[in-house]
């Protein structure tokens, strides 16, 4: 079967629909609005007719093209492609505005294939036991792990932790809005029909980063000189082995989290690569670096993104559980063909299962080749004016709102948070704490519900639970370094400011 299953992708067939994959995904996840989500499930129709392996193999080329594509404007223009590129812009976009653009995608790109090579070993070797423990993630546990990262938002806080945990409420209230989960009692939605679902992710996402970034680049247009973003120059992939080598342990810790993060559903790649860029920064030396543009916080957003692909894959092989949207797609692919994943899919249809391992892995390689030979196209994005390439990122924009649910409501719901981003920096409210917020806070509220509603009101088992304890623990301890070190932080600078 291994034979079988790897010998159906090494051929020109196989290889040649991987190739599309790859680019129709790179593109999708390059443009803002459009997703690895959307690109499978446009592509889905097209594999009725093909052979099972070769209708994988072109999802997969989407999936993996979709994610790494993201890092391309989170870079280049500061607008995450996807969600799962939002931790890329906070040190990607600084470092192209040092003249650095090359390099920052270079970094980007190798430690995508890096994160996701390494997420896909996880997944051919120890995937079946890996799925066991997830799976005894409940309620509690998930409960644990959200409050767990809500106390992260200290680390995206910048200089006050005041005004990162107001932005970080802020997004928790917005995603308060709509239907609740557990009793669908409808709340804040002042008879708004459209905002009985709440509002999407992504036309939140799009609006915070791109539309905020529009209107401030608007009112400064004046002010914007034609060297602005210098020169570049690039040589292989722009870093020197002492650089590769300073980067390996935020390697590996990053492709833990983002494994991690992909095995556990409904949290996904837009969750992992924050939690990353934290702990990069937490345990960094220098964190007063980060946010300045080094490569540092590339290498954790980029490696933790893309290592939740072979993470979320693990559910879905081996229990039949899609571990996100674009696993959900793919779970609807196998099914289409007669395939129910599940613990019986290695043993019944192994030549697929080994296909599709096989097809990750040339798939991670055609999105280095390209994006490696696409890179000093890429950054001559930045030598187009503004005023010329502002208002087609503005129009793909709406674009990519409206064709997510088919909806005018999505594309006002862009300019209500790009306006909202707008204020907010105007104030010095840092945005990432409202994704954080928006993100988490339904998956706390969630279990924390169903966590009530199976213990009859008794809240001691989320404290009992080994597992849900020890997160709830780490959160406490956690938050706890984060107002002493800020706290610390306020007193030296008081100190300096008085000593000038």
């Known amino acids: 079967m291994f034979i079988a299953g790897f010998g159906a992708i090494f051929t020109v067939k196989a290889i040649i629909l991987i190739a599309v994959g790859v680019a129709v995904g790179i593109i999708f996840g390059a443009i803002p609005g459009l997703t690895a989500t959307m690109a499978v499930a446009l592509c889905l129709p097209i594999t009725f007719g093909m052979e099972p392996v070769h209708g994988m193999a072109l999802l997969i080329g989407l999936y993996i093209g979709g994610v790494s594509g993201g890092l391309i404007s989170a870079i280049l223009l500061k607008i995450p492609g996807t969600p799962s590129s939002i931790a890329t812009c906070f040190d990607g976009h600084p470092m192209a505005a040092k ?84 009793d ?36 400064n247009s004046a002010n914007i000189k034609k060297d602005e973003i210098r020169d570049y120059s690039i040589r292989g992939f722009g870093f020197t082995m002492a650089e590769f080598k300073s980067q390996i342990l935020n390697f590996i810790r990053s492709s833990i989290i983002g494994t991690g993060i992909g095995i556990l559903p409904g949290i996904g790649g837009g969750t992992s690569n924050i939690l990353a860029y934290l702990a990069a920064k937490n345990q960094s030396k220098h964190p007063e670096k980060f946010g300045t543009g080094i490569i540092d916080g590339i290498v954790a957003s980029e490696a933790a993104n893309n290592a939740t692909i072979g993470g979320a894959l693990v559910p879905l092989l081996t229990l039949g559980i899609p571990g996100d949207t674009v696993t959900a797609m793919l779970l609807g692919g196998l099914m289409i063909h007669g395939i129910t994943p599940g613990p019986l899919l290695f043993r019944d249809s192994g030549d697929i299962v080994y296909g599709i391992f096989a097809a990750l892995i040339v798939a991670n390689i055609v999105m280095l080749i390209m994006e490696f030979f696409g890179l000093r196209l890429f950054v001559r994005l930045l030598s187009i004016p503004k005023h010329i390439l502002l208002p087609i990122i503005l129009a793909l924009c709406v674009v990519g709102a ?61 404290l009992t639970k080994p597992i849900a304890g020890a997160f709830l623990a780490i959160a406490v301890f956690s938050a706890v370094m984060s107002v002493r070190s800020n706290l610390k932080n306020a007193k030296k600078a008081k100190e300096s400011a008085a000593a000038a």
């Not at 409050?147 to 680390?155: D, E, R």
């Not at 036309?203 to 401030?216: Q, R």
């Not at 088919?406 to 719901?413: P, S």
Request: charged fraction near 10%.
């Open 99 to 182: 003249g650095e653009a090359g390099k920052a995608l270079g970094v980007g790109i190798f430690f995508s294939f890096l994160g996701g090579l390494f997420s896909f070993f996880i997944l051919f070797f120890i995937a079946p036991p890996l799925a066991e423990v997830a799976l005894k993630f409940g309620p509690f546990e998930y409960f644990a792990i959200a409050i767990f990262s809500l106390t992260m938002i200290a680390s995206l806080a910048g200089n006050s932790l005041a005004k990162g945990l107001a932005s970080g409420m802020i997004g928790m209230a917005l995603a308060l809005i709509g239907t609740a989960p557990i």
């Open 402 to 462: 409206f064709g997510l649910n088919n909806r005018v409501f999505d594309v006002w719901t862009i300019l209500f948070f790009g306006i909202l981003g707008y204020v907010l920096e105007k104030f010095k409210y840092p945005s990432a704490p409202i994704i954080l917020g928006f993100i988490l806070g339904p998956i706390a509220e969630t279990n924390l519900r169903r966590g009530l509603m199976y213990t009859n009101g008794d809240f001691l088992p989320f």
């Open 184 to 219: 669908a009692y409808p709340r804040f939605t002042f008879g708004i029909s459209e905002l009985d679902a709440g509002f999407d992710l992504l036309p939140a996402l799009i609006g915070l980063f791109a539309i905020s970034e529009i209107l401030n680049t608007a009112e």
